[in-house]
């Protein structure tokens, strides 16, 4: 996950300003820690912290960041430990003067570039892989800084979409086959690079470009610059699971609809797996498009069954044992008017270790429904994630060691069904070549030669000759 946004504004504007609201439109791609970096065209000055967008920064904070370019982050780590040392922008003097860096994805070759960089006299300060990247484009002083990025993007590997700041330009890049999403627009004279078209929209921008897979954007005092890598590695995998859950549902990705291409993989579950039943509801908030899809298709209403208490996030202190059945309660709430006697349908965007579908049903049965029939919006998992999602193991995922009765009888549903592979490819409209189903059908679009090295801390004691 990860969401970055890049700004080049007029002189005399304010990058801050924009870059903070932009990272509350990108907030739910990360909520570990956030920050922002920005050049007065002079000196880049950063702000980062730990915890959410409101917690990070004030009033105060974003006075003391002037300048008219920046980039900034929200971070859902994968690789490198989530503190403070992690967060993102990271920021580095090289010798073409400061320089900043915001990265979503994972490199599948970070160690080993790593340790040729250390070998090189390289020092790293933190344990992701996005410093590997700001090494790089530091090394090549000699390029312009196209040309330094250009090569940066030659020598990484994996799933990327980066946003770097100089002194006075802005480059922004993304990996060949676009696994991870990024986009760009102006609004007025304002350059504006993302994550995602809703940071975009939310900025005032009307017209969403897509950077192209493998392209390099450059944004400088004589215009927009666009580069490409060389032909032969040009291809196009964005990650099937922004369709199926990272993505805002007024996102656009590839010119479609997230919220329309959720409805349709919901018409699709019950067109391959039809039910009879009583009511359909989502298992908030991921499932909400598709259960509507998945109850227009069947005829039935769509009512909310399950109410999240949005004021309870990931920083949720859980209270003494005796307690923390209530706790589960405080963050999700059965409606018992809507559930009880019902043969109740459940739609989930998908099953990882199947914890989190177990308490689901377990809710909806105490709520009193007579029957529950579990829907997933997504095959399943039955491989690991090497270009950002922190699965590193098969051992993590249910679908990889359990039989399809063996998960029903864990998560306690009278009924499993997940979505086809296929069924997934119609509902965005593309061919299975067309999308990274690596952690469904273990087919990644860029080679993986044995062990990843971009997960969990595996970066850590690099610097120690591990």
Avoid at 284 to 296: H, K, L, Q, R, V
């Amino acid at each position: 996950m990860c969401g970055v946004i890049g700004v080049y504004g007029p002189p005399g504007s304010r990058a801050a300003d924009r870059l903070y609201l932009g990272l509350y439109a990108l907030q739910h791609r990360g909520e570990e820690s956030c920050g922002i970096a920005v050049s007065d065209g002079e000196r880049v000055r950063v702000v980062k912290g730990m915890g959410l967008v409101p917690d990070v920064f004030d009033r105060e904070r974003l006075a003391a960041l002037p300048g008219a370019i920046g980039v900034g982050h929200v971070r859902y780590s994968t690789t490198g430990a989530s503190e403070v040392a992690n967060a993102q922008p990271l920021t580095a003097h090289t010798s073409r003067g400061p320089s900043a860096v915001a990265h979503n994805g994972d490199l599948v070759n970070a160690r080993d570039l790593r340790t040729q960089l250390l070998q090189q006299g390289s020092v790293f300060q933190t344990t992701t892989d996005s410093e590997v990247i700001l090494n790089l484009f530091a090394r090549w002083a000699d390029d312009d800084e196209e040309t330094a990025a250009i090569r940066t993007m030659t020598a990484i590997r994996g799933g990327y979409a980066v946003v770097l700041l100089t002194r006075d330009r802005l480059l922004a890049f993304r990996d060949p086959f676009g696994i991870r999403p990024l986009c760009w627009g102006k609004a007025g004279e304002t350059f504006i690079v993302a994550s995602e078209s809703c940071a975009l929209t939310a900025l005032g921008v009307e017209q969403v470009h897509e950077v192209a897979p493998g392209e390099l954007l450059t944004v400088d005092a004589r215009g927009m610059h666009r580069r490409r890598l060389p032909e032969g590695r040009d291809g196009r995998a964005p990650c099937a699971f922004e369709y199926i859950y990272f993505s805002r549902p007024d996102s656009e990705l590839l010119a479609r609809n997230v919220h329309l291409v959720r409805k349709a993989i919901g018409r699709r579950l019950y067109e391959e797996h039809p039910v009879e039943a009583d009511v359909v509801i989502a298992a908030p908030d991921s499932g909400t498009s598709a259960a509507m899809g998945f109850a227009e298709a069947a005829g039935l209403p769509f009512e909310i069954g399950l109410v999240k208490n949005r004021y309870v996030g990931r920083t949720f202190i859980h209270p003494e044992e005796g307690m923390r059945h209530l706790a589960v309660k405080v963050k999700l709430n059965p409606n018992r008017q809507v559930l009880a006697g019902k043969r109740v349908v459940v739609l989930d965007d998908s099953i990882v270790r199947g914890t989190t579908s177990q308490r689901t049903v377990a809710l909806v049965r105490e709520a009193g429904a007579r029957e529950v029939h579990m829907y997933v919006a997504a095959p399943p998992f039955l491989h690991p994630c090497h270009y950002g999602i922190d699965i590193s193991s098969r051992r993590e995922l249910i679908a990889a060691q359990r039989s399809l009765e063996e998960i029903r009888r864990f998560i306690g549903a009278d009924s499993l069904y997940y979505l086809s592979v296929e069924g997934l490819c119609a509902a965005v409209g593309v061919r299975p070549e067309q999308l990274c189903l690596a952690c469904m059908t273990g087919m990644y679009p860029e080679p993986v030669l044995g062990q990843s090295p971009a997960h969990g801390h595996v970066l850590e004691g690099s610097g120690r000759g591990e």
